[in-house]
Nanobody
């Protein structure tokens, strides 16, 4: 079972940038595709980006393509989401999890997530 902790969220003005981190415990990342998902108030959780185990395959939601970059450092059991040109509609709680490519979360319990708030 994948166990992860998300961090790096915060309050930022529109047009700003943030980098989120997702750190896994033990061997929780080993061999797994991983992904970022988000849930805005009153909405269902949605796909943001996924990355294969080797990092050679990445997928992005149309709404973030060209603005967000997903990456991972398997030696550190850490995955990142570099977010630029942030918009108020990016405001959400961001979660990481194991993933089934191209855009589905695996059946693992969700962590607490990290809040991203973009002010206009």
């Amino acid at each position: 079972q994948v166990q992860v902790v998300e961090s790096g969220g915060g309050l930022v003005q529109a047009g700003g940038s943030l980098r989120l981190s997702c750190t896994g415990s033990g061997r929780s990342f080993t061999g797994r595709a991983m992904g970022w998902f988000r849930q805005a108030p009153g909405k269902e959780r949605e796909f943001v980006a996924t990355i294969s185990w080797t990092g050679s395959i990445t997928n992005y939601a149309d709404s973030v393509k060209g603005r967000f970059t997903i990456s991972r450092d398997n030696a550190k059991n850490t995955m990142y989401l570099h977010m630029t040109s942030l918009k108020p509609e990016d405001t959400a709680v961001y979660y990481c999890n194991a993933a089934s490519l191209p855009d589905r979360p695996a059946t693992n319990p969700w962590g607490q997530g990290t809040q991203v708030t973009v002010s206009s």
